[in-house]
């Protein structure tokens, strides 16, 4: 008589059938109206496969904030493709490619996909719960069916082969199912399995990879990236009017940042002198001096590419640097009224030739400006002054002057690399060549100019991420989650015995979900030939057959 039973889930992990034997995701016709086409969505949404696209996507849209410059990370590289690429730029900023992580559409993706990971995770953590809690079902009537199968007589009677067995099984870890219980007919048989880590791995993936979108959503909600120039031998406090560039995540304040100073006491670059990579960067150096807490003691840091300094939770990566040259300029009464480095960006021209802009708001009678560029090693190539080498072994900065109003009094913001030129005029028709140490007079008697040296500014990036330290533990957990599912499998081992002559037919049947790396043909072997060494033993001695 064949027993009907309602759909369960498969004890070695897969799916129930729905309950109307439709396919997942088939809007049936008795639904109806927008509640039907909701829940259809809703379906749709929550399945593996559309989990799989917008993870896809995810990865896809991450693209052009690896190779386009970010306003979080070097607004700097930013405003030099704008310069670069007048006519692309506007439209990529409009589509959001220079901060893509912060775009409407990213977010749009990351949510979609947190919320199909969730309706797609969670019911299936309670279906691989109950699979792994499932106990073997019954042995088969027919053993010889399974593919693999071995049968053997032996002098212990049924009842006595059936206990053997399941001293052997459970010393192997195998769990076990007995005949018992009102609907089960005290028959001689043993079902054995064992794997069920299998589904522990894949309710472990699962929940890591929910995990890694929480943790990166922690960093994007408690954390903050933030950017600062720093000219060797200026000091700056970690506070948000010291900054830059402060780039906080939606729960974080001001007052949320780490109350550390940093002081830049020297930085040295070394590049290659000689051969086909002459001019590529050797190393970077920056030397630190750092206080985590005001009033604590101050400790020196050698921070390079790739070794950021970890101070108060927070990490400071070295990302960019540069030439500051140093300007002082005399006005038309002989009064010093601007004697300070200058930090001037590197153009796209290589070898760190530089622009930079020099305002000079307390000249008198009328303030002065100057826009140019600094040139580390100068040569002289058809009147236009070139860098052949990016160390400053012949530097040389060339300046346009203006005189009249720079408009820093209007209200209207200005950027500090670039120079306002509406409301002034041009000092002379010449630019202003100068090397190192040399003065010039400024035409129609504004005063004089000195380049005075240089010295080395570093771009630093500051980012808290309370997340990050949670997302790679989540990762390692998925990566061992999918080791579990791949590497262990689920195998069941079944005992029937009945009664013949004297003693009684032993039938050992095996089978293994999916077996693609091979091994439980032999290891099926192994149990056969341990069960038929247990059962030839004397049946007073059935005890000897434990933990083998």
């Not at 005189?403 to 690399?417: E, F, K, M, R, W």
């Not at 090397?435 to 007079?441: P, Y």
């Not at 500014?457 to 999918?482: F, K, M, N, R």
Request: charged share 15%; glycine share 12%.
């Amino acid at each position: 008589m064949t027993n009907v039973r309602a759909p369960e889930a498969d004890p070695f992990g897969s799916p129930a059938p729905e309950p109307d034997g439709q396919p997942r995701g088939h809007l049936t016709g008795g639904a109806s109206g927008s509640a039907g086409w909701l829940k259809w969505a809703w379906r749709q949404l929550t399945s593996m496969r559309i989990a799989l696209i917008l993870l896809f996507l995810l990865a896809l849209a991450s693209v052009p904030g690896s190779m386009l410059p970010q306003e979080g990370s070097d607004p700097a590289a930013v405003q030099q493709y704008f310069t670069s690429h007048p006519a692309l730029a506007p439209v990529l900023n409009r589509l959001g490619l220079f901060n893509v992580f912060a775009a409407p559409w990213f977010a749009a993706i990351y949510l979609l996909l947190f919320t199909s990971l969730v309706g797609c995770v969670v019911p299936r953590t309670f279906r691989l719960a109950g699979s792994a809690r499932a106990l073997p079902p019954r042995a088969p009537r027919n053993l010889s069916r399974l593919p693999r199968s071995a049968s053997y007589a032996t002098a212990l009677d049924a009842g006595q082969a059936v206990e053997v067995a399941a001293r052997v099984l459970s010393g192997h870890g195998f769990r076990l199912r007995r005949p018992g219980g009102a609907s089960e007919p005290a028959d001689h048989w043993l079902s054995a399995e064992k794997g069920y880590l299998r589904e522990a791995g894949n309710l472990l993936f699962h929940l890591a990879l929910l995990g890694v979108l929480v943790s990166v959503a922690l960093g994007g909600l408690f954390g903050y990236k933030a950017d600062r120039l720093l000219v060797q031998g200026q000091t700056f406090a970690d506070t948000a009017s010291a900054l830059d560039e402060f780039h906080p995540g939606r729960f974080v304040t001001a007052a949320d940042l780490a109350p550390f100073t940093i002081r830049l006491n020297q930085f040295t670059a070394a590049y290659i002198a000689a051969g086909p990579q002459r001019g590529q960067p050797a190393s970077f150096h920056a030397e630190l001096s750092y206080t985590a807490r005001p009033g604590g003691p101050s400790r020196g840091y050698d921070l390079q590419v790739n070794r950021p300094l970890s101070v108060d939770g927070v990490k400071v990566y070295l990302i960019g640097h540069g030439y500051a040259p140093l300007f002082r300029v005399t006005d038309a009464r002989g009064q010093v009224v601007y004697d300070q480095a200058t930090p001037f960006i590197a153009g796209s021209s290589g070898n760190f030739l530089s622009e930079g802009v020099v305002k000079v708001p307390d000249a008198q009678p009328q303030q002065l400006g100057f826009t140019g560029v600094f040139v580390p090693t100068a040569v002289d190539v058809g009147g236009i002054l070139e860098s052949v080498f990016p160390a400053a072994d012949h530097p040389v900065a060339s300046l346009i002057a203006y005189a009249g109003n720079l408009g820093i009094d209007s209200g209207v913001p200005q950027s500090v690399y670039q120079l306002d030129t509406a409301g002034m005029h041009r000092l002379g028709a010449a630019p202003l060549l100068m090397r190192e140490g040399q003065t010039l007079r400024l035409p129609s008697g504004q005063g004089m100019i000195t380049f005075a040296g240089y010295d080395q500014w570093v771009s630093l990036a500051i980012t808290h991420d309370p997340g990050q330290l949670p997302a790679l533990v989540c990762g390692i957990a998925a990566l061992g989650g999918l080791l579990l599912s791949f590497m262990v499998r689920r195998r069941r081992v079944f005992i029937r015995a009945r009664a013949a002559g004297h003693g009684s037919t032993v039938q050992v049947g095996g089978l293994a979900r999916t077996d693609a790396s091979g091994g439980f043909e032999a290891e099926f072997a192994s149990l056969a030939a341990e069960l038929r060494a247990a059962h030839r033993r004397p049946a007073s001695r059935p005890d000897s057959a434990e933990g083998k």
